[in-house]
């Protein structure tokens, strides 16, 4: 099993970046999946979900209406398109997979069994 995101970088602040977490190695169409973040210092916190078929999806009040998360489990790849992009968001940014088959989301760390290495995002001028 294997989560691998890309797409992270330094920003300007309302700058944007899209990551991408490429699964392999488990059937992707069959797990819900996440966004994570942590900021040095910081507990990990969460930051989008969506599931299995990409009918259901939650996003955090602090990035709600600036990120989207999406998939297209024909690529095996959930995407979280981030606009609008502040310092405070600067954080690793993790994705992960739960197994699902629902309508639910998942939005707590412990819900999760896979695990990327994450992606550093850094929002500053």
């Known amino acids: 099993v294997q989560l691998v995101e890309s797409g992270g970088g330094l920003v300007q602040p309302g700058g944007s970046l899209r990551l991408s977490c490429a699964a392999s190695g488990f059937t992707f169409g069959n797990y819900d999946m996440g966004w994570f973040r942590q900021a040095p210092g910081k507990e990990r916190e969460f930051v989008a979900a969506i599931n299995w078929n990409g009918r259901n999806s939650y996003h955090a009040d602090s990035v709600k209406c600036r990120f989207t998360i999406s998939r297209d489990n024909a690529k095996n790849t959930m995407y979280l398109q981030m606009n609008s992009l502040k310092p405070e968001d600067t954080a690793v940014y993790y994705c992960?997979?739960?197994?699902?088959?629902?309508?639910?989301?998942?939005?707590?760390?412990?819900?999760?069994?896979?695990w990327g290495q994450g992606t550093q995002v850094t929002v500053s001028s």
């Open positions: 992960a997979a739960a197994m699902g088959g629902g309508w639910s989301v998942h939005l707590r760390n412990d819900e999760y069994a896979y």
